[in-house]
């Protein structure tokens, strides 16, 4: 695969290659599962209440619009105090865990990703839906049609919530505490935690090097999604 | 029974990554989930549980850590996930039940830790010193003085810019006790408190051409980095005895928080102060230079070191806590 590709690459760079591996693969891990998770839910709650009409409709709205702009460190806060040992959650054990990493990316991109995608599939026509109903199609592949119809919006949304996943380094920094072991495998210490941990230390080479690695993880991200986008929606 | 609880959880949480990671195998090359995996379960630990410990960033990013946890875990096949913040964040990570050992050096903040009855077993690791760095035109003429509180006084008195770490970590304590013992209330423009790790620090006074008081280890570390030179020796390099840096490191008590791993806690405790962990210590140099010098093995086995200064036993924070926890499930 392409990522296989990439980090061989690393094997010929002047740093402790098995630690950058390490570091690219908790980040993908965190936020790939964050995004996954975040789209499971967000494209119900999209398509629910993009097409039903309920009271407190606007309020939802409101919600999930000011959600996409929440500032992360106020999220990682409020995992913190939920996953910490004292917290609610604490009996689960996930503080200073990839899973509490997860957990914050998770509450950053849902709303960016559902945000997205709701002005996706409300834009597509009324009569796309007539039709499909029309056709005697399910409440299922009604939506089924409208998620065909409105991909390449739903897949920016994806990308913008992937986005803000993975580069996000305040909440992470504060619920995943940037653990990497002795040998220098990482745990919690994703590429954010890790530039910040570098750049605290003036090892300013391994720090912009990983935000090379950064930011070609976004650019190739972006550049697959708009091809697997880019070929619908010609109208 | 807490353990087990523990373990319980640790085992569902892996399965539930291993199952997430199973989802992103399709994104992420199916590597991800093997290399989670062997992160939560660990093989070849003896106890099948990790270690967790709250530091300060001196410790960690003077490259210590590193060296002290791989020797740890050579011995008990147990990681130790090591998390770095300052001195006071630490310990609040560590009142939270969140960690299960703490090491760091701000002995005031150590007591009141251990009289709230939240640590336990507290020993003296370790020492370094303090050094006031400044640039080298140094403006307030303290260079070479071997008067610690004379030269914060005349820093302030010339109102030359002094970088403040202001983050409550022990670097930070001391320089605020300096401050005081100075008799110097600091505050006005000259004054900056970064709210930033030591190395952050430095980089901001070495930018702004101000003064700052570093941990030695530190500096050494990141003295090719900053235009900073040490103008008051600490006394490791036979400077006052106000600029030393000690370090201690203590367990949770399992009888304030009963998840904490204690037993690995005292472990990991027993070999940081064995012969063979204080030589780890003794033997560690950045740039050819020893940057801790270790202080657990003493012919003159000081009580003080394990309780609060000045401790008074009352009955209520006794050795009987971990017994008490053990039969309390």
């Known amino acids: 695969m392409a990522l296989e590709t990439a980090l061989a690459v690393l094997d010929g760079m002047p740093f402790e290659s098995n630690y950058v591996k390490s570091i690219v693969r908790v980040s993908l891990y965190v936020s790939v599962t964050a995004v996954v998770l975040s789209t499971l839910v967000s494209l119900p709650v999209a398509l629910f209440v993009g097409f039903k009409d309920f009271p407190g409709k606007g309020l939802v709205t409101a919600i999930i619009n000011t959600g996409m702009g929440f500032p992360s460190v106020v999220v990682g806060l409020v995992v913190l105090f939920a996953v910490s040992n004292q917290g609610p959650l604490g009996f689960l054990d996930l503080v200073f865990t990839p899973q509490a990493m997860i957990m914050s990316q998770f509450v950053l991109a849902a709303p960016v990703i559902t945000g997205v995608s709701l002005a996706a599939v409300t834009g597509i026509d009324q009569s796309v839906r007539d039709a499909a109903y029309a056709m005697g199609g399910t409440r299922l592949d009604v939506a089924l049609v409208v998620i065909k119809e409105a991909r390449f919006g739903i897949a920016t949304a994806i990308l913008a919530g992937f986005g803000r996943a993975i580069s996000e380094v305040g909440s992470v920094l504060i619920v995943g505490g940037n653990i990497a072991y002795a040998d220098g495998e990482a745990y919690t210490r994703n590429i954010t935690t890790a530039i910040t941990l570098e750049a605290r230390q003036g090892r300013y080479e391994t720090a912009m090097f990983l935000g090379a690695i950064l930011v070609s993880i976004v650019l190739l991200v972006n550049a697959i999604v708009g091809r697997l986008g880019g070929g619908g929606r010609t109208r | ?329």
Not at chain 2, 203 to 221: H, K, P, V
Not at chain 2, 247 to 271: R, T
Not at chain 2, 298 to 322: C, I
């Open chain 2, 1 to 329: 029974m807490a353990i087990q609880r523990r373990d319980f959880l640790t085992l569902a949480g892996g399965g539930a990554a291993a199952g997430l990671a199973g989802c992103t195998g399709l994104f992420s090359g199916g590597e991800n989930g093997s290399g989670n995996e062997s992160n939560s379960s660990s093989g070849g630990s003896i106890t099948g549980q990790e270690l967790v410990l709250a530091t300060t960033t001196s410790t960690y990013d003077t490259g210590l850590l590193d060296e002290v946890n791989a020797a740890f875990e050579e011995n008990f096949g147990t990681p130790v996930q090591a998390i770095s913040q300052g001195t006071g964040q630490a310990l609040e990570t560590a009142r939270a039940g969140d960690c299960d050992v703490v090491m760091v050096h701000a002995r005031s903040q150590e007591d009141e830790f251990m009289q709230n009855g939240y640590g336990i077993n507290r020993r003296d690791l370790m020492f370094n010193d303090f050094v006031i760095v400044g640039p080298s035109d140094d403006p307030a003429g303290i260079g070479g003085s071997e008067d610690a509180l004379g030269a914060f006084q005349a820093i302030a008195e010339n109102e030359s810019l002094f970088a403040s770490r202001g983050d409550d970590s022990g670097t930070n304590t001391a320089e605020l006790q300096i401050w005081e013992e100075a008799g110097v209330e600091p505050g006005g423009e000259w004054y900056l408190e970064t709210g930033q790790g030591m190395g952050d620090t430095l980089n901001q006074a070495s930018q702004q051409g101000g003064y700052t008081l570093s941990d030695r280890g530190t500096f050494i570390s990141q003295q090719d980095e900053v235009e900073l030179e040490i103008l008051v020796q600490g006394p490791v390099e036979g400077g006052p005895e106000i600029l030393a840096n000690p370090y201690g490191v203590l367990a949770i008590n399992p009888a304030v928080h009963e998840d904490v791993n204690y037993q690995l806690a005292m472990s990991y405790i027993g070999f940081l102060t064995s012969q063979e962990g204080q030589q780890v210590i003794e033997e560690y140099e950045l740039d050819g230079e020893q940057l801790f010098f270790p202080q657990a093995l003493s012919e003159d086995p000081n009580f003080q070191q394990y309780v609060p200064e000045d401790w008074q036993p009352d009955g209520e924070n006794g050795g009987n806590a971990t017994e008490d926890n053990a039969t309390d499930e």
